[in-house]
DNA sequence: AACCAGGACGTGA
DNA sequence: TCACGTCATGGT
């Protein structure tokens, strides 16, 4: 089984995924049955977005509060967030930490991820704009690989493959890595055995933890 | 009622 | 480097 096929044969499982979720969706693109918790900010088989500034800074923000975190938690962070206007980066920025931490507790370490998003919004107002390097990113406190390449991958549409837990088990699984890899030689191992293509990138992480999720429950 | 989630950081060896 | 401990809410 290389990579190519394990991702043609998740994709004619479980078709296209409709990662990363956003907010104010609503019926764009129909539901999706399978996903639990919130489905409406899924657009399967669109790789279009963000398609405004606001949306790529959302991006961003969830990267952070789904850090360890099931994604049903991240979002009622996200919305309470955007119910107090605050999915803005000059505002988040003026925003003060005790706001914020009260707003994301549905996300857990509320005190830690609060830090992370004033630092995340400092830096997107420095950018300007601009699309930063991996580096800048890595460099941000609370920003490790996996986030990184999160925001690299689906905000601003770069060709950097996310590895996370569900990608080191299914390929493991699959006898394709051993689980014990670094994330730099897993990452590596999976943009040797696939296209070089953001869409497939996006959806191939997406499916692999979809899989992962269904193996969980025994399918 | 444990167990764990779409990790990252700090510390000591 | 590497192996642990810490951070925290909510779903299963």
């Known amino acids: 089984m290389t990579l190519r096929a394990l991702y043609r044969r998740l994709l004619n499982r479980y078709g296209p995924q409709g990662w990363w979720p956003l907010l104010g969706l609503h019926g764009r693109h129909g539901t999706n049955p399978t996903k639990t918790g919130s489905v409406e900010g899924y657009h399967p088989g669109d790789y279009s977005y963000p398609r405004t500034d606001r949306q790529r800074f959302e991006i961003c923000i969830g990267a952070i509060l789904t850090q360890n975190t099931g994604w049903p938690n991240a979002e009622k962070a996200l919305r309470n967030l955007d119910g107090a206007g605050l999915l803005d980066a000059e505002r988040m920025l003026a925003a ?22 004033k630092a995340l919004a400092a830096f997107y107002i420095l950018l300007g704009g601009r699309t930063p390097s991996r580096e800048e990113l890595l460099a941000l406190w609370g920003v490790g690989p996996e986030t990184a390449d999160s925001i690299l991958l689906y905000a601003y549409h770069l060709p950097e493959f996310v590895v996370d837990a569900y990608t080191r088990r299914v390929l493991a699984a699959e006898g394709l890595a051993t689980g014990k890899e670094t994330y730099d030689e897993v990452k590596a191992l999976c943009v040797k055995g696939l296209l070089q293509d953001v ?14 999720k269904r193996q969980v429950r025994k399918e």
Do not use: D, M, S
């Not at 930490?97 to 991820?113: M, V």
């Not at 869409?199 to 992962?212: C, G, I, M, S």
């Open 96 to 117: 003060t930490e005790e706001e914020l931490r009260k707003l994301i507790r549905p996300a857990g370490y509320y005190n830690q991820k609060a830090r992370k998003l």
């Open 199 to 212: 869409a497939v990138y996006q959806e191939f992480h997406a499916l692999l933890v979809e899989r992962a």
